[in-house]
C-alpha cells in the first residue's frame, strides 16, 4: 500500500541513523525546529555553514522558509541572508540531494562572545507556506527544470534583447 505524502522533512542519504529530523515544540507551535548536526562554535563577525543532512518534500505550490529562532538572535545569531527560501523542487536535486543548509553569521562585535550550539540542540526554524501566482502565470507556464543546488536557478534571460537593456539600465544609476 502506497502512502501518500504532501510535505515534511527526510534524512539525505547516509544520514538516516543519525539525523535529528525537525520537529514543533508544541502543539501549538508553527514551525519546524532544525537541529544542529555537530558542536558549532561561531565567533564574533564570522559565517558558519552547515549542512543539516535534512531535505523537505513539499506540494509544487509551497515553498519552505528559514529563520534562526528567537534565542539565536538574542545572542546575535542571524542567517547570512536572513530569510532561507527552499523551493519544492529544492528536493532531490542533482547536486546536493536537496540537503538544506544554513549559513549562521554571529554578528557580534569583535571581542564579543562566541555563539556555540552543541550537536542536537535548535539552530533554526522552518516553516511551510503556500506562494500565490500572478495573473498570467502559472506552474505549467514553465519549462525550465532544476539541475542544481543552491544558487543553480540565478538570472534567466530567454531573450538577449531583454538582457542588453537590463545591462544599459543598469550601467547609469547606481543607489548608494
Not at 36 to 54: A, D, E, F
Not at 89 to 95: E, K, W
Not at 147 to 157: A, E, K, N, Q, V
Request: charged share 25%; proline share 4%.
Amino acid at each position: 500500500m502506497s502512502v501518500c505524502k504532501f510535505r515534511g522533512f527526510e534524512a539525505v542519504t547516509g544520514y538516516e541513523d543519525t539525523v535529528q529530523l525537525p520537529i514543533r515544540s508544541t502543539k501549538h507551535s508553527g514551525a519546524y525546529d532544525f537541529y544542529s548536526p555537530l558542536p558549532v562554535r561561531i565567533p564574533p563577525r564570522q559565517t558558519v555553514t552547515i549542512h543539516t543532512n535534512v531535505k523537505a518534500y513539499m506540494q509544487p505550490n509551497e515553498l519552505l522558509l528559514l529563520f534562526t529562532r528567537s534565542s539565536g538572535g538574542k545572542k546575535g545569531l542571524q542567517l547570512k541572508n536572513t530569510t532561507g527560501l527552499i523551493d519544492s523542487d529544492y528536493y532531490n536535486n542533482p547536486d546536493n540531494e536537496g540537503n538544506i543548509i544554513l549559513m549562521l553569521r554571529n554578528t557580534n562585535e569583535i571581542g564579543g562572545e562566541d555563539i556555540i550550539f552543541s550537536q542536537g540542540e535548535k539552530i533554526a526554524q522552518g516553516v511551510f507556506v503556500n506562494f500565490l501566482l500572478a495573473d498570467g502565470d502559472s506552474l505549467e507556464n514553465h519549462t525550465v527544470k532544476r539541475t542544481g543546488g543552491i544558487g543553480s536557478t540565478g538570472i534567466f534571460m530567454k531573450d538577449t534583447r531583454l538582457q542588453e537593456e537590463t545591462n544599459k539600465h543598469s550601467k547609469k544609476k547606481w543607489i548608494f
